[in-house]
């Protein structure tokens, strides 16, 4: 786990991320003495509902604070529970009572007591208050639970988005209480995690402790304070959800059976615990989504994946599976309460119900995109020096992948040898498929696509556009044969409009330095090999050269006079193998 924060004072930053909830929404305020985030007065009035919990779990539950959603929200220290005298304050003083007050909290020992504390005072001074526990994670189950039932965790974040859209409408408390009670009733939830987490201001955990999980290891049904779940696994992420979803679903297992899903409309929550990246949530969620319908017929009407309900930054995630049901109040249902605006700030449900309604499959196929068909330019070439001079060009790089990747680890990502060769063996395979025509402006066209779908980055893009300005270049040359002339020519128009997408020049180090010498010498000489000769020449005059675009301006270090320029190298390596030159034969010394 990561020890290291921008903030270290726990206190200090608990006070300034409650204080900045104020900042991100104008229509809260902030108790500051008990940690009360509440609407700030002038609204309608409505039943109000108060949560709360240890902080930690952000966004839940001071984001959820506002129009539609939560009426007050009471903060603890970090993964502890608010005093009864804060929650006290927040029912009697922070809220309009004047309709009820409905208490929902997490089923954690401290809460129930600390909130319900509270609530039996504002009973006994008259208010009229209702208090709901919301259990909803399976993660353990009833033999290890015991009397102390199922944890709470975030499938509690849709109990107060339904409720909180029911009170807004004016409803009573004894309606918002009953609809709260039956989203709780149909949820179910568990998490997993791949560390446990730091809690700012302790001290760094010892590395050598069993608590460590292994570095293949999760813990399936981890809870929200780093509590152990049902176990540890060395699985991968379809096995992971397997698992997980047997134990919201598989109604034989008796000790966790705890919800039938029997209803057409079921809603899928994706909460991700604080670390999991937006990329890696958007895998998990197809890998979710696609398990319950192919093993439990199970098709989500709505599916919500974001960070609802966190455990600081843990690097895990938990589903929550809604069993919607009917309200049984005449109206309105739980998928439109669900679906009602809100303004909350860490409420995050974008899609409308009438786009999730529609349920559209319509998509733009190729014989719609607008794409024409390349057309013959008359510009001839002889498809056998054609493919011979490409595939020793293609050759060339590819045996150059590890120089590449070396020089690029020094001064850059890694990655530039990879995508170089990704996109020669792509084109080889072309080559080995494909009928050449005799045309260079249809034949290089489709190199170009084969480029611009295998080649990714900066180097991909630069290609792309280079090798889409040279087929044009090309077409402007007129019906003849595409002598070394008319190619220099070409690729002399081609770099003149590559300068409007990039500034690099020679003398940047990049592959404009292996690039332009080789056009002028053909341009001058028409002899090939003397333009790949030139073009290594500029490749290896990089070493040492300060850069001034590309990502190695932001490395640092004195890698630069080390080693060459990545994408220069692999540039002149292709020239090289185009002019016919076998690796070891250029007389120049490798770097």
């Not at 809690?199 to 981890?222: C, F, H, Q, W, Y």
């Not at 890694?414 to 494909?434: F, M, N, P, Q, Y």
């Amino acid at each position: 786990m990561s020890a290291k924060h921008f903030i270290n004072d726990p206190t200090h930053l608990v006070n300034t991320a409650l204080q900045a909830l104020t900042l991100t929404n104008p229509s809260l305020a902030l108790d500051a003495e008990n940690k009360i985030i509440y609407r700030r007065p002038g609204h309608e009035p409505q039943v109000s509902i108060i949560s709360g919990g240890g902080s930690g779990h952000e966004p839940s539950f001071g984001a959820f604070v506002g129009e539609g959603l939560l009426s007050a929200a009471v903060a603890g220290t970090i993964f502890a529970s608010p005093s009864a005298e804060q929650i006290r304050k927040a029912v009697m003083s922070r809220v309009d009572g004047e309709k009820g007050i409905l208490v929902t909290v997490m089923n954690y020992t401290g809460d129930v007591l600390n909130f319900g504390m509270a609530v039996e005072k504002a009973k006994a001074a008259g208010l009229k208050v209702e208090m709901l526990v919301v259990g909803d994670d399976v993660g353990v189950g009833r033999i290890a639970a015991g009397k102390v039932g199922r944890r709470g965790i975030a499938g509690t974040v849709l109990v107060h988005k339904i409720s909180g859209a029911l009170a807004a409408r004016g409803a009573s408390l004894e309606d918002v209480y009953k609809v709260a009670k039956l989203t709780a009733d149909n949820l179910v939830s568990v998490g997993a995690s791949l560390d446990h987490v730091h809690v700012p201001g302790r001290a760094p955990p010892d590395p050598k402790s069993d608590e460590n999980l292994a570095t293949e290891e999760v813990e399936i049904g981890m809870g929200i304070h780093n509590e152990p779940g049902s176990g540890r696994a060395v699985v991968d992420l379809p096995e992971l959800v397997s698992r997980m979803l047997a134990q919201m679903l598989d109604w034989k297992d008796e000790d966790r059976a705890f919800l039938k899903v029997n209803s057409n409309e079921v809603v899928l929550l994706i909460n991700n615990l604080g670390g999991v990246s937006v990329l890696e949530l958007g895998g998990i969620t197809a890998e979710v989504v696609g398990q319950l319908e192919k093993t439990y017929n199970i098709k989500p009407v709505r599916i919500l994946a974001g960070t609802y309900m966190t455990s600081l930054n843990g690097l895990g995630f938990s589903i929550s599976i809604l069993n919607v049901v009917n309200t049984d109040i005449g109206g309105p249902s739980m998928l439109q309460l669900l679906d009602a605006a809100s303004e909350a700030a860490g409420w995050a449900a974008p899609i409308k119900k009438e786009t999730w309604e529609a349920k559209s499959s319509r998509t733009r196929d190729a014989s719609t995109s607008g794409a024409e068909e390349v057309k013959p330019s008359g510009l001839k070439i002889s498809t056998e020096a054609f493919k011979t001079a490409l595939t020793g060009g293609l050759e060339r790089v590819i045996a150059a992948e590890a120089d590449v990747t070396k020089f690029d680890t020094v001064v850059g990502d890694g990655d530039c040898g990879i995508g170089l060769k990704r996109g020669a063996e792509a084109v080889l395979k072309l080559l080995s498929t494909t009928q050449l025509t005799g045309d260079a402006v249809l034949d290089l066209s489709k190199v170009v696509q084969v480029v611009e779908n295998t080649m990714d980055g900066t180097s991909g893009a630069i290609y792309a556009i280079y090798l889409n300005s040279l087929v044009h270049s090309l077409r402007q040359q007129g019906s003849s044969t595409a002598t070394p002339q008319v190619w220099a020519t070409a690729l002399q128009q081609a770099s003149k409009s590559l300068a409007n997408y990039t500034p690099a020049q020679p003398g940047d180090r990049t592959l404009v330095d292996a690039l332009h010498p080789f056009v002028e010498t053909l341009a001058k000489t028409g002899d090939v090999k003397k333009a790949a000769e030139a073009s290594r020449k500029g490749a290896e005059g990089t070493k040492g050269m300060k850069a001034s675009l590309g990502r190695t301006v932001y490395v640092g270090g004195k890698g630069f006079e080390q080693v060459p320029d990545p994408g220069a190298w692999g540039l002149s390596e292709f020239f090289l193998g185009v002019a016919g030159v076998k690796g070891g034969e250029e007389g120049y010394e490798m770097v």
